[in-house]
């Protein structure tokens, strides 16, 4: 029975898509907000989800791109805008697929059952993050070093968790700023330089011995006995 968990503000159409979904042999699982849904989502391991992208506390887009950088589980938007921009959008930041509100229950069915095939196995979500003393916790967006809480926002915490996914090798500054900021942003090498500067305050790391600068070419986390 895949099990399908609906991500969706609208307790009225959670309702009936929980009811829909169930009779046509689904397990459901609900959230009505963004963090419920990203804990959720961590801690079920549904094997799709379905995603509002008008969401009472984040928005839906970013938790899709939040689940992207822990998880490969098949995500299908749902939202009200039909318009192309929006469905390129909801696309780069990770969806597999993207539905116009209102809806039929057999074509959100259907778009299901074609996103499990498409799905295969994936590997086990990575949700926590460590790189010596630096801890990561992906799903609540929560940092540590040394024992002491980071005070990161959501661009530095990426900036921070993509390096930490890679630590030991150095991450080019298009590479960067394709998987953080998203390939539009491929050329605006100047954010780096900025973040990097940021979150070296941060860590107390001000001689960039840990966060390690690899001059005209990226940038490393220096992973212990590096």
């Not at 898509?17 to 042999?25: P, R």
């Not at 540590?144 to 990161?152: F, K, N, P, T, V």
Request: glycine share 10%; charged share 25%; net charge negative.
């Amino acid at each position: 029975m895949p099990r399908v968990l609906i991500i969706d503000d609208d307790l009225d159409l959670l309702n009936v898509c929980a009811v829909g979904l169930t009779a046509l042999g689904h397990e459901v699982t609900t959230a009505t907000t963004g963090r419920d849904g990203l804990a959720s989502a961590a801690v079920s391991a549904p094997d799709v989800i379905v995603l509002d992208l008008g969401l009472p506390d984040l928005d839906g887009a970013e938790v899709c791109r939040r689940i992207r950088t822990w998880g490969t589980v098949p995500i299908v938007v749902l939202s009200a805008d039909g318009s192309e921009d929006s469905k390129v959008s909801a696309l780069d930041d990770g969806a597999d697929d993207y539905m116009t509100k209102p809806f039929g229950m057999r074509e959100l069915d259907a778009r299901i059952r074609v996103a499990l095939r498409h799905a295969g196995p994936g590997p086990e979500p990575v949700t926590q993050l460590d790189v010596g003393t630096l801890h990561l916790d992906l799903v609540h967006y929560e940092a540590a070093y040394d024992g002491r809480a980071l005070d990161l926002t959501p661009r530095e915490f990426d900036f921070l968790a993509y390096l930490a996914r890679n630590a030991g090798k150095v991450c080019t500054r298009k590479m960067i700023l394709e998987n953080v900021w998203g390939p539009q942003y491929a050329r605006e090498m100047h954010y780096l330089k900025v973040y990097a500067y940021r979150i070296r305050r941060k860590l107390g790391d001000d001689a960039g011995r840990f966060l390690v600068s690899d001059p005209a070419v990226g940038y490393r986390l220096e992973a212990p006995g590096g």
